[in-house]
């Protein structure tokens, strides 16, 4: 629509996701936070161990629109609220 204004986001979460699915958001970058969180622990066992091959790694950064979204156990479940503490 001419004179409507396009919000884009900057992160994906699920609260974007929503977004996007209700038409609110017409996209965001994704670059799968659970992938990373597999290679960083994938890595750091290979940094350990001495076999680090590759120092600078990633997946890929899609940009995610209502027609383009990414599987739901890409993102931590909606309810998920994460827990700190300090000893």
């Known amino acids: 629509e001419v004179g409507r204004v396009k919000i884009f ?6 609260a974007v ?3 996007i699915l209700r ?3 017409e996209a965001a ?11 960083a622990v994938e ?4 940094s350990i161990e001495g076999s680090l091959d590759v120092r600078q790694i990633g ?4 940009l995610i629109t209502k027609d383009t979204q990414p599987p739901a156990s890409a ?7 994460p827990e700190f503490s300090v000893r």
């Open 9 to 14: 986001a900057t992160y994906y979460t699920q």
């Open 17 to 19: 996701r929503r977004g």
């Open 23 to 25: 038409g609110l958001v």
């Open 29 to 39: 970058p994704f670059d799968d936070p659970v992938l990373q969180g597999r290679l």
């Open 43 to 46: 890595y750091a066992v290979r």
């Open 59 to 62: 997946p890929k950064i899609r």
């Open 75 to 81: 993102l931590a479940p909606p309810d998920f609220r």
